[in-house]
T-cell receptor, first 112, second 115 residues
């Protein structure tokens, strides 16, 4: 079946460090891929997305590239800030109008 | 423009009782999704409503049910509550034009505690 696997947290970093959160998916065909972020006490919000192979999504300094050959969509940020502390969810949607399948979430804590 | 609103914010029930959670979508959104986020982060898909019809259902027992009203708001009902139903219940909505892109707009959730 369709599934999304992401690295378990928590990930603890110092400010200005480089962040990578790994995400891989299992699906037939070509799903669309997403990263959602959940800041403390808030609901999830879309961070970035990519809808086809080799697409790069970017937002707020975060980037992720849709790699069909490795079925991956790793999230990266070159220099994190304390305000980036949140839970990050990788997700995919397999077909039009279908449900979004989420990974287990990765908690990131950035210390000053 | 108002975002997705959920009520109540917090709800405390005892085992065996029933809980009703509500969700109001963003104006113009016709699809409503319900997710359960238990302790440990993971989001589990519960239900998807579109245009008043249940379109898809996750792997949850029948005591989890819901409906969507003509104004596209939605209710999630959980009967015969069990301790493991304690979780944050998230509602997400989308419009017909953005639904196919997978972009969902989430509410802040209703935290259900079962004692």
């Amino acid at each position: 079946g369709n599934s999304v696997t992401q690295m378990e947290g928590p990930v603890t970093l110092s400010e200005e460090a480089f962040l990578t959160i790994n995400c891989t998916y299992t699906a037939t065909g070509y799903p669309s891929l997403f990263w959602y972020v959940q800041y403390p006490g808030e609901g999830l919000q879309l961070l970035l997305k990519a809808t086809k192979a080799d697409d790069k999504g970017s937002n707020k300094g975060f980037e992720a590239t849709y790699r069909k050959e490795t079925t991956s969509f790793h999230l990266e940020k070159g220099s994190v800030q304390v305000s980036d502390s949140a839970v990050y969810f990788c997700a995919m949607i397999k077909a039009a109008g279908n449900k979004l399948t989420f990974g287990g979430g990765t908690r990131v804590l950035v210390k000053p | 423009e108002a975002g997705v609103t959920q009520s109540p914010t917090h709800l405390i029930k005892t085992r065996g009782q029933q809980a009703t959670l509500r969700c109001s979508p963003i104006s113009g959104h016709t699809s409503v999704y319900w997710y359960q986020q238990a302790l440990g982060l993971g989001l589990q898909f519960l239900l998807w409503y579109d245009e008043g019809e249940e379109r898809n259902r996750g792997n949850f027992p029948p005591r989890f049910s819901g409906r969507q009203f003509p104004n596209y708001s939605s209710e999630l009902n959980v009967n015969a509550l069990e301790l493991e139903d304690s979780a944050l219940y998230l509602c997400a909505t989308t419009s017909r034009s953005s639904g196919n892109t997978g972009e969902l707009f989430f509410g802040e959730g209703s935290r259900l505690t079962v004692l």
